[in-house]
């Protein structure tokens, strides 16, 4: 957009100068503030917009002017002129991360510390209510410090409030839209986190996850996940692997993410409900226990001899009964036995001083009647 000389005083105080940047609906220039004595950025929109610009116009600035963060580009003022709308930001000299992906990849540890900046200026934007829609390496300014300021909150939402677009509308860089933007379906903040997992990817690599033409780039993502290189650390590689879930209740908040890209090896295992049901493995575990239970039961009728004075069983009951006559080990531990135990019907009542056990070879022995033992012994 050519500015005339007439034309580079903006609301009587500011001083418009160079070009700084130009996107799909307004260009950004350099401009002193004759009244404060400082360089800002003024944000001037181009005429001719419909409602719907006119009303992301305002939804900025309010936006904008409601937060106040490190990490955030900072609203100084707004307005109209000569029928154009301007919104006046915080300058950040510096370079964008788009500029400076294109030197080549960034170190592992410098990705770390700047997620983690934005993902806590994520996270203090998440808390008031609004979701950004449009994280890409050319919204994120860069100082001369390194430190990384999130701009452009022209496609900012908050959660509740009536859309500004159709439905049948995208809304975003297709480049870094999640899967739910491109099903045109209800989202929220996991939306962020996702394209922000594709920006620290996109900076490890040097190049976009997803190329192509707008439609290719948006629909790619719906039949693969982002491919994460095997040689990150592991931490950070299940970090990214969860933050561009294909589910967005995979993917961790913002706080989540600040806080593991901080802490080496402590980014999370699972986060947010499972897609699947965990039924199954619930009742898996407890067929196992009641298997081990029940193993540990058998092990114990058939090698540990039941109380004295204990009555026998009814006959109406099974007895358990081994098919070899080892004895139980002198220690009392229950060993595993050479053959698996059979289940036998009881044919009669035992005595019922009857008990499992006793001399060493002589549990397989059949007992004789009172009488006949008697006898025996008179003879």
């Not at 009587?12 to 002193?32: K, N, Q």
């Not at 009814?314 to 098919?323: E, G, I, R």
Request: some cysteine; proline content about 8%.
């Amino acid at each position: 957009m050519s500015v005339s000389a007439e034309d580079r005083l903006i609301a009587e105080r500011y001083e418009l100068a160079e070009l700084l940047g130009s996107g799909a609906m307004a260009d950004v220039r350099r401009a002193w503030d004759t009244r404060l004595q400082r360089h800002v950025a003024v944000k001037l929109f181009r005429a001719g917009s419909d409602v719907a610009d006119v009303l992301r116009f305002d939804n900025e600035v309010k936006t904008l002017a409601a937060l106040s963060h490190p990490g955030l580009v900072q609203v100084h003022d707004a307005g109209t002129t000569a029928g154009t709308p301007f919104v006046v930001l915080q300058i950040v000299d510096g370079c964008t991360l788009r500029d400076r992906i294109t030197h080549g990849p960034l170190e592992v540890d410098d990705v770390r510390r700047l997620g983690a900046e934005l993902a806590d200026a994520l996270a203090y934007v998440h808390a008031h209510g609004v979701v950004h829609r449009d994280i890409k390496p050319s919204n994120i300014l860069l100082d001369r410090d390194g430190n990384a300021h999130l701009a452009d909150f022209g496609l900012a939402r908050l959660i509740g409030t009536t859309r500004l677009t159709r439905t049948d509308q995208l809304v975003g860089t297709a480049a870094y839209l999640a899967p739910e933007q491109v099903r045109g379906e209800e989202f929220g903040h996991p939306v962020d986190v996702y394209a922000l997992g594709l920006v620290l990817l996109e900076c490890l690599t040097g190049r976009r996850e997803y190329e192509g033409s707008e439609i290719e780039a948006a629909v790619a993502r719906l039949h693969r996940q982002p491919i994460v290189p095997d040689e990150l650390p592991a931490d950070l590689k299940r970090l990214l692997t969860l933050m561009t879930s294909l589910s967005p209740r995979r993917r961790p908040t913002a706080t989540e993410c600040a806080q593991a890209l901080r802490d080496t090896g402590d980014a999370p295992t699972r986060v947010g409900a499972p897609v699947h049901p965990r039924r199954p493995i619930r009742l898996l575990v407890a067929s196992v226990l009641l298997a081990a239970l029940g193993a540990a039961g058998v092990t114990a009728t058939v090698l540990s001899p039941p109380p004295p004075g204990e009555s026998a069983p009814p006959a109406t009951t099974t007895l358990v009964a081994p098919t070899t006559s080892t004895p139980a080990p002198a220690t009392g531990s229950a060993q595993p036995q050479s053959n698996p135990a059979v289940v036998v019907p009881a044919q009669v009542n035992p005595p019922a001083d009857d008990k499992v056990g006793g001399k060493k070879g002589e549990e397989d022995k059949p007992r004789k009647p009172d009488k006949d033992r008697k006898d025996s012994d008179k003879g």
